[in-house]
């Protein structure tokens, strides 16, 4: 693998998390619910994680260090997922996912801060153009829920912390273990947390165990564990402040999709959105 493949990997994590975005809720509109849609997603990682170190022939790291900052990423994205399904039980989605879309921000504050990166006038034009990308593909409609509590403002900041400092994370850790063994160690701190999970499914009412359930789940889901892994690569290869931005970019493939599978007339913010993604690409991927 060469240092310029940084750009190849970013794009397969780019595409492989929209199209997930894409289909993620058939599943649960098949009477699946989200929670037991991560302890698929958890499981699909296994097979990921072990095709990657026979692949690479590389032996996994065992000493403590790396254990600590693999299941250190694993436990910060797993558990902001979680978090967030918390937050979207009693908070509005147009504005929690718009907080949480944006931590890339913290990531590339972190990577300026510890790391040292730097980028050429292009590139930073590219990750402002980014950032407000995703904050457009991310907004929803309000829907005049009522809101009873301001919890799930406290949440959705929480995610927005724990996924921006485990981009930095994995950044730092790939200059000190071979990505490999931190994927296998976000693989274990996925499955750590899938007790809470199932502590968090409602089985009171009817789960669809059959195709369109947890095999579709997890048809989908494996889409978004290999994303995760090219994620590694990118970050190995690349600077945190150019890739975390543009692999932020996944819905502008969401939005694609959805207008073809579900006939969705994006409205003007989404396309605005979709314009500047475009534009956030080609300024990245200098």
Not at 16 to 22: I, K, L, M, P, R
Not at 165 to 174: E, N
Not at 261 to 285: E, Q
Request: hydrophobic residues 55%.
């Amino acid at each position: 693998m060469k240092k310029n493949n940084w750009l190849f990997y970013a794009a397969v994590t780019t595409i492989s998390w929209g199209v997930w975005g894409a289909l993620i809720e058939l599943p649960e509109k098949s009477g699946f619910p989200a929670t037991l849609g991560y302890v698929v997603w958890s499981l699909t990682m296994v097979p990921c994680a072990l095709s990657a170190l026979w692949i690479s022939r590389v032996k996994l790291a065992r000493d403590g260090r790396s254990v600590f900052y693999g299941l250190i990423v694993g436990l910060f994205g797993a558990g902001g997922q979680l978090l967030l399904f918390e937050a979207l039980r009693e908070g509005p989605a147009y504005i929690v996912f718009p907080i949480v879309s944006l931590f890339p921000i913290l990531t590339v504050v972190l990577s300026m801060l510890f790391l040292r990166e730097r980028g050429s006038v292009r590139q930073w034009a590219g990750i402002g153009v980014s950032l407000a990308a995703i904050f457009l593909l991310s907004y929803q409609p309000a829907t005049g829920g009522r809101v009873r509590s301001i919890v799930w403002l406290l949440l959705a900041i929480l995610v927005f912390i724990l996924w921006g400092a485990q981009a930095f994370i994995m950044k730092f850790a790939t200059q000190r273990m071979n990505e490999e063994s931190i994927f296998f160690y976000m693989m274990a701190g996925a499955l750590l947390l899938t007790p809470v999970a199932l502590y968090m499914t409602s089985f009171s009412g009817a789960i669809n165990v059959g195709f369109r359930g947890p095999w579709l789940a997890a048809m989908i889901h494996v889409l978004n564990s290999i994303g995760a892994l090219t994620l590694v690569y990118a970050l190995r290869y690349g600077k945190a402040i150019v890739v975390v931005p543009m692999t932020g970019l996944s819905p502008l493939i969401t939005v694609g999709i959805s207008l073809i599978l579900y006939a969705v007339i994006p409205g003007p913010i989404l396309l605005t959105g979709v314009g500047l993604a475009m534009a956030g690409i080609y300024l990245l991927s200098e």
